[in-house]
């Protein structure tokens, strides 16, 4: 199982250009999460889907979009990107197996390191 | 107020030293807690949940008291590798159970 990976690792954008970063999963988890993380900051929620075809709302979701299409599949918009969204963007998947403690397994991917200039 | 809070250190000590870390909570009704390490530039992973009797993997021990919303992790006989982040983290009761970050406390062990 390759678990979550995340492409692109590393990208360069201008200002006003659009990119998606897209995240996949082959641990068949129903939660997918999108974060990013800045110096001095804690990791914020940006949006998160709790199944196929189905997303919301984090705590820091303006100038972001995303899409579950596929299970497997977590996809990170940028319409027109700004300098203030250069961060490291880190998915997350989780899975609920009956029995266990909601929110227990949390795994992350490797993380997209994204500068807008 | 942030809903998770560190100390962000940076704490240095020499290996063999023990080191404890300490972290508050905003929302009384938080039902998950955990330790998360992470690596320079690299994703977090999870140490360690939290659980209300405390325990203990290893070397590291956790504990938890939900009256004062403090969570701690002790790390005994440092070792080099240790190095790392540790972050803090309440499960968020809503937002698809996603979790709620610290910021982070940096520990630096030196030889």
């Known amino acids: 199982n390759a678990g979550v990976t995340q492409t692109p690792k590393f990208r360069v954008l201008k200002t006003g250009q659009s990119m998606t970063l897209l995240c996949a999963q082959d641990?068949?988890?129903?939660?997918m999460y999108w974060y990013r993380q800045d110096p001095g900051m804690g990791l914020r929620l940006i949006h998160y889907s709790v199944g196929e075809g189905t997303t919301a709302k984090g705590e820091v979701p303006d100038g972001y979009n995303v899409s579950r299409l596929k299970k497997q599949n977590f996809l990170l918009g940028l319409e027109s990107a700004a300098p203030s969204q250069t961060s490291v963007y880190f998915c997350a998947s989780s899975y609920f197996p009956s029995g266990r403690r909601k929110g227990e397994t949390q795994y992350f991917g490797p993380g997209t390191r994204l500068l807008v200039l | 107020r942030k809903e998770v809070e560190q100390d962000p250190g940076p704490f240095n000590v020499p290996e063999g030293a023990t080191v404890a870390f300490n972290c508050t909570y905003s929302?009384?009704?938080?039902?998950?807690f955990f330790w998360y390490r992470q690596d320079c530039r690299k994703e977090p992973k999870l140490l360690m949940s939290v659980y209300s009797s405390g325990n203990e993997d290893g070397r590291f021990t956790a504990q938890l008291n939900r009256a004062s919303q403090y969570i701690s992790l002790l790390i005994r006989d440092s070792k080099l590798s240790d190095s790392a982040t540790y972050l803090c983290v309440v499960n968020a009761l809503r937002s698809g159970y996603a979790l709620n970050f610290g910021k982070g406390t940096s520990l630096l062990v030196t030889p």
């Open positions: 641990m068949n988890h129903e939660y």
């Open positions: 929302n009384s009704a938080s039902q998950s």
